[in-house]
Every structure is written in structure tokens, then in C-alpha cells.
């Protein structure tokens, strides 16, 4: 179901999970408008392997289950960039100030109804500072969840990164990107 839930934070834009469409709303999540849809997602995976039989970017039921390469140049056609961030890296070196959010990929459990499946997929769920507060907007969540301050941050962001295969995206503007602004020079 999508939706904006405001019970939590009100004035904060969160779109709820449908089908395997994780990516869709966590780029419109992070980005707090709809700007993206399933159509526009598979117009870009079409751009990404116009010539594959079974596009490599999204499930081949048509649900979604976009990859990262759809993410990207998602962001690339609206003036901003994807940055991996190397975990091997300490996050007091992450600059807070050049970055718009977060977009992180997660491991998730399948569950059919309150069974929990043995299996685990991958899932992205976005992170931005609203009004000096940073919100989880997983997608998965009933609402925003806030997370609080800078220093909140980067104990969620470590949880996170901590529990298993997860990588972290930074979505910054092409100039922030460019200049390298997100890195800061402290160790």
C-alpha cells in the first residue's frame, strides 16, 4: 500500500511497501515527493539492457526488485548522485553537511502472512534530516520513524551496516559530489 503516513512526524513524506517496489519508494522517500513510479523504473531498467530478453535490473515477474544500477541513474536524472560509502571506512569521516540522505540495502526476511520464510532478499530503505531530525522512511515501517541528531545518525548507521551484508548509499547534489564534500579530512 502506498501512501504518505504522517502520523509519526507530521510533514514528513513516506510511501508504504507494494510489491517489490523498495527502490521506487525509497527514492521518492529520500527525495520527499513522488517523483518516481513502477513505469518510470522499468523505463530506465529498458535504458540500462535495451536488448536483454530478462532485463538484469528488475525481477522478471514485473513486480520490481530494482537493483542499484536503476537507483543511480534514478537519481542521475533528477541532479544528483549515488555514493558508495566503503564500510571499511570510520563514519566520523562522513560529512553530513554535502549529503541529501541515505538510500542503504538491506538483507529482509519473506514472510507469507506471520510465517517467516527461510529465505532473505535484499531491500533498500531511504534516511533524510528533516527539521534537524533524521527519519528512518523504510518503507516497511507504518510511518516515519525518527532517529534524532547527527550523532544518532551514526549509531543507526553503524547498527545497521553492523548486521550483516548492507551497503550505504549517500545521495548528494552533482556538485557535492564532484568536490568530494561528504568525505571530511578528519580521522
Known amino acids: 500500500m502506498s501512501g504518505s503516513g504522517r502520523n509519526e512526524a507530521p510533514g514528513v513524506y513516506h510511501e508504504r511497501q507494494r510489491l517489490e517496489l523498495c527502490a521506487v519508494h ?6 520527499q515527493e513522488r517523483i518516481f513510479t513502477q513505469e518510470a523504473a522499468d523505463e530506465i531498467c529498458k535504458k540500462l539492457a535495451p536488448d536483454a530478453r530478462w532485463n538484469p535490473h528488475r525481477s522478471f515477474l514485473g ?5 542499484v544500477n536503476v537507483i543511480m541513474a534514478a537519481l542521475q536524472s533528477v541532479g544528483l548522485e549515488a555514493i558508495w560509502w566503503d564500510k571499511r571506512r570510520p563514519l566520523e569521516q562522513l ?4 549529503v541529501l540522505g541515505f538510500i542503504i540495502n538491506v538483507p529482509s526476511n519473506v514472510c507469507l502472512g506471520f510465517l517467516s520464510l527461510p529465505v532473505r532478499r535484499r531491500h ?10 533524521y527519519y528512518n522512511l523504510d518503507s516497511k515501517l507504518k510511518g516515519p520513524a ?3 541528531g547527527e550523532s544518532d545518525l551514526r549509531v ?14 549517500l545521495v ?10 561528504w568525505l571530511s579530512t578528519v580521522r
Request: with cysteine.
Open 26 to 31: 525509497a527514492l521518492n522517500n529520500v527525495l
Open 95 to 98: 560529512s553530513l553537511e554535502g
Open 124 to 133: 533498500w530503505i531511504a534516511v533524510r534530516q528533516l527539521d534537524g531530525t
Open 63 to 67: 513486480t520490481g526488485n530494482y537493483d
Open 146 to 148: 525518527p532517529i534524532g
Open 172 to 181: 548528494v547534489p552533482h556538485e557535492s559530489s564532484e568536490a568530494g564534500n
Open 156 to 169: 543507526f548507521l553503524q547498527e545497521v551496516l553492523s548486521q550483516g551484508p548492507c551497503e550505504l548509499l
